[in-house]
């Protein structure tokens, strides 16, 4: 099994920054890549950014020249820098991992979320 254990979230006022980061551990062989996503209430899921091992990244449009995704392939971790903060970006966030585990099987798995609000 794959864990996924997320944290930096929090209250915040509109135009200020934070800082999320998520770290797997568990039964990994390879991690092929990482990613954030998010829900509002009411709203569906929706893909925040995402990043691999290979480079490629990928940002959700409303996301995009404000917020930041890297990864520490050593440590699979990765983090989300987000600034200029709105309203609008208020959501639970929820850390996405995927690769290979140890049993030459897949996974995708996911982490419990933490919870964004951005508001004066």
């Known amino acids: 099994q794959v864990h996924l254990v997320e944290s930096g979230g929090g209250l915040v006022q509109p135009g200020g920054s934070l800082r999320l980061s998520c770290a797997a551990s568990?039964?990994?062989?390879?991690?092929?890549?990482m990613g954030w996503h998010r829900q509002a209430p009411g709203k569906q899921r929706e893909l925040v950014a995402q990043?691999?091992?290979?480079?490629?990244?990928n940002y959700a449009d409303s996301t995009k020249g404000r917020f930041t995704i890297s990864l520490d392939n050593a440590k699979d971790t990765v983090f989300l820098e987000m600034n200029s903060l709105d309203p609008e970006d208020t959501a639970r966030y929820y850390c996405?991992?995927?690769?290979?585990?140890?049993?030459?099987?897949?996974?995708?798995?996911w982490g419990q979320g933490t919870q964004v609000i951005v508001s004066s």
């Open positions: 568990g039964d990994i062989s390879y991690v092929r890549g």
């Open positions: 996405n991992a995927f690769g290979a585990n140890a049993r030459g099987g897949f996974f995708n798995a």
């Open positions: 990043i691999t091992k290979s480079g490629t990244i």
